[in-house]
């Protein structure tokens, strides 16, 4: 199946089970990061593979960030969010990858 990781809380997303990402060899996958953070959100994403739907919601379940990337690295502006858990999902057609960003100020 697919095979999708994001660096929030270094765990790999597959079909069915989850994987720690320190036993991956290679890094073609999403990746978060600065996590926590408080002005801005690097997502690496694999090259040639887009568009990345990017989307973040709040702990209230509020869409704060809805966008398309293509390319291989998404910023997402946080600074003005407040201090939190922000739940992220990454998605390009039938793909899903999802994880928390946290926010601090």
Avoid: C
Wanted: proline share 6%; hydrophobic share 40%.
């Amino acid at each position: 199946g697919h095979v999708f990781a994001v660096g929030v809380d270094q765990t790999i997303i597959t079909d069915a089970q989850s994987v720690d990402v320190g036993a991956m060899k290679t890094r073609a996958l999403p990746i978060a990061h600065p996590n926590p953070a408080n002005e801005q959100v690097f997502i690496d994403l694999p090259s040639g593979d887009g568009p990345w739907s990017i989307r973040v919601v709040d702990a209230r379940g509020v869409l704060v960030h809805d966008k398309r990337m293509t390319g291989q690295q998404a910023v997402v502006e946080v600074s003005g969010w407040p201090t939190g858990t922000y739940a992220l999902q990454v998605t390009k057609d039938k793909r899903h990858s999802m994880g928390r960003i946290t926010v601090t100020h």
